[in-house]
């Protein structure tokens, strides 16, 4: 004992020992020491391996066996009295320990019925309600109790009790229903099912007390009990089961009102395609077809397309089988009529959905349902200020238009289609000139011609557009009215005065009419404006009037003019070929010689210069070719060089290669052409030595 203190104190004192040191290194460093892992050091697999089965096993079979306690035999009424005596206190002591304990009740009160003690078992019972009233269980296992042992009226007044205390609970009243009609008691069982009817239950609790009625063959009861059931429980399922027995039990007449009734009394969004496809199945059924094939296209038409998969399938195969091939395509057109729906409903705004949907009405030929569709669409306008936004959404309109004026022959609505579209346009922001030709064109076919000439001035006014001025111009060119064609040309010019085609196509209007001074005037005004989008093309324009009227020197004078604000190239090219068809050889040639004198020296105009010398010395092949080899000696050599790119951010990101000319009376060009002549003959001097 003493060795035993001795190192236990020992333990205690290095325990301490640790413990305070632990303490001072925690409050040090304030970090917790973690245990250390012990590490594996044989990783290899056992040679015998234990199943989870074989650990499983051995434990149920090292299991100690459950105590079953003794059988105890009776052999007299003392001891009867005794084993009673002792069971009921224990119940008793049981009951005051767990007295909201049900099982304890139930059992007590089996124990006194196994024991023939019915007054004690009620009694038992009685107790057990008054804690626990609500408890079904117990309610059950009484009525139970005085059935089994034939206490019917007992028994009928502990589930009349029941039923009145919980009236909700299901399973009571089942009970009651089913322990009437097995005494044969129908009005009793009736009575009781009326009664339980009053607190509107559960589907199945209706179908049980309508199954009842027909087992008896009560089948106006029945339907009575049909009837209240769908106005109780309003679901498509609760009225294809009344229509299900009227289909058994009643006549055509009657199950076809079942329908209707729940057509019209269930909600639109509360139908769905299975109350359709067995109305549509019974007419089949009584081979009424129209019938059938009309509430196919009612229930298509309300039905959303996503939950009509089936009613699709069963219309085309009632097409096939009962229709013809009209039918089949009216039934493939309500499809795609559905399909449509369904994705305009969902984005209003793509246009390309509905002029699907559009060319599918327009192709049926039905022109009312065509414009509903129509008046459809164009009310979804753009929400954008953006005219890349409204492109589509005009063409629309442009659409409803052509369909009003040629497949409804309905001017007066296309010209309102056109006026109401113009009315939606934001012309602050911008403007269709499409638009406004067509409500023109249209008034011109109808011959309108001031109406015509209303709305295109009106365009011109509030938005001017230069396809519009074009398309006005044309309108009066073909009604032969000169003097508006020169008035829109006027307000075309004033409007845009840098359009050099409008000036040339003004000249040629007026050239055409043998108004040659006017012409003039016109070209003259044009190449004087300060700004021009095009002016060669004005000046070549002016230039081959004034050559077409035979005016030499009014042409010269024009070059002259042309090269006193341009000196470019073609310029001179072409004043040069002009001089050559309708001067001499002399003038050309001064011409060639200004060209080259002003390009020459310039390091911008190299290319400009061998172009120039090249047609030069063309011409003087085609003339006596009086300085053909001066012209020789001057053309320039072509050469490579390359030279670097730079990038947008000043630095050098590559090189690239680009061709330069070299002329032999320039002196920096001519040493540097002897040097490349002499590297080339060079070159091709190793190249033969090799």
Known sequence: MGDYAAQKEKLKSLFDKAMEKDGTESSANSTIPMPRIAKVKNKQPAAVQITAEQIIREAKDKQEQSFEQPRQKIASAEELADYQLEKRAEFENGIRKARFSSGIWIRYAQFE????????????????????????????????????????????????????????????????????????????CRQVFDRWMQWEPEEQAWLTYANFELRYKEFDLARKVYQNYVSVHPSVQSWLKYAEFEQRHGTTDTTREVFEAAVEQLEEHTRDEELFLAFAKFETSVKEYERARAIFKFSLDHIPRGQATKLYKAFVAFEKQHGDKDGVEEVIVAKRRFEYEEKVRDDPLDYDVWFDYLRLEESEGDISRAREVYERAVSNVPPSTEKRGWRRYIYLWIKYALFEEIDAQNVDRAREVLSVALERIPHKHFTFSKIWIMAAQLEVRAKQLSQARKIMGKSIGVCPKEKTFKEYIELELQLGNVDRVRIIYSKYLEWNPENCAAWARFAEFELALGEVERCRSIYELGVQQPALDLPEVLWKAYIDFEISQGEIERTRLLFERLLDRTSHVKVYLTFAKFEAEHGSTQTTRDIFSRADAHYKGNPDGREERALLLEAWLEFEKSTDGGEVVKLSKMQPQRIKKKRPIIGDDGLETGWEEYVDYVFPDEGGGLANLKLLEAARAWKRQKTSSE
């Open 113 to 188: 019925e196994s024991q023939f003690e019915f007054e004690r078992a009620r009694s038992v019972w009685e107790r057990a309600l008054e804690v626990h009233s609500r408890n079904q269980a117990i309610w059950i296992r009484y009525a139970e109790m005085e059935m089994k042992h034939r206490n019917l009226n007992r028994a009928r007044n502990v589930l009349d009790r029941s039923v009145g205390l919980l009236p909700r609970v299901d399973t009571l009243w089942y009970k009651y229903t089913f322990m009437e009609e097995m005494l044969g008691n129908i009005g009793g």
